[in-house]
């Protein structure tokens, strides 16, 4: 079955300066996607990056980049130059088979001033 | 804003009461999945329907029922509700239901139910 894992309850950063949130997963499908949501304490889901098991590079969007790691099966996201509005809840998921998503149990990420 | 309208956006109700909980998808999209957000879950998936037709199931129990309407949008009913019910429902919707590529899901804002 597939899994996924983020083993950071919660993470904090210094405003300006960057962090990654850590996710592994684990799927024996050749082909497979993965998403970082954020979910800021107003509960809205927001979609931040895409990674498809099959994309020769990383995914980039502005601020984040997802680190892929194929064979170690990890995808994490790295927000660069924090900013305080980054201060939310981190989803990684996998998309299963009919585009259904999996979830980890996220990463509560504070960034202090 | 995501295209996605969920409503209520907040519903209190007592245990043993039945609720249903609507979603309008993105124009055009024709696939809907419903998700559970709590405390002792996560998140996690529901159920979701593509065109009318129920296209796979997560873990849905069987007090809880849904459906997708010819207009697209779609309804989750909860009955015999108990107090570990109590959760964020998101609906999502994307453009088809499955197969290789990006696929992005749009997510609602959620219904935020309350069980006492």
């Known amino acids: 079955a597939q899994k996924i894992t983020q083993t950071q309850p919660g993470m904090f950063v210094q405003e300006k300066e960057a962090v990654t949130l850590d996710c592994t997963y684990d799927?024996?499908?050749?082909?497979?996607?993965l998403f970082w949501y954020k979910q800021p304490s107003s509960g809205e889901m927001i979609f931040l990056i895409y990674q498809g098991s099959y994309d020769q590079q990383n995914a980039t969007e502005g601020r984040y980049s997802l680190n892929f790691q194929k064979a170690r099966k990890s995808a994490n996201l790295v927000i660069s130059a924090s900013q305080l509005g980054d201060s939310a809840m981190y989803f990684c998921a996998m998309r299963e088979p009919y585009n259904k998503l999996i979830f980890g149990a996220g990463t509560r990420l504070a960034v202090h001033p | 804003d995501s295209g996605v309208t969920q409503t209520p956006k907040h519903l209190i109700t007592a245990t043993g009461q039945r609720v249903t909980l609507r979603c309008s998808p993105r124009s055009g999209d024709l696939s809907v999945y419903w998700y559970q957000q709590s405390l002792d879950q996560g998140l996690q998936f529901l159920i979701q329907?593509?065109?009318?037709?129920?296209?796979a199931k997560g873990n849905i129990l069987e007090r809880f029922s849904a459906q997708q309407f010819p207009d697209l949008h779609s309804e989750l009913n909860l009955s015999s509700l108990e107090l570990g019910d109590s959760a964020l429902y998101f609906c999502?919707?994307?453009?088809?239901?499955?197969?290789?590529?990006?696929?992005?899901?749009?997510f609602g804002p959620g219904t935020r139910l309350t069980v006492l």
């Open positions: 329907y593509y065109n009318g037709e129920e296209r």
């Open positions: 799927t024996s499908d050749p082909s497979y996607g």
């Open positions: 999502a919707s994307s453009v088809v239901a499955g197969g290789l590529g990006y696929n992005e899901q749009f």
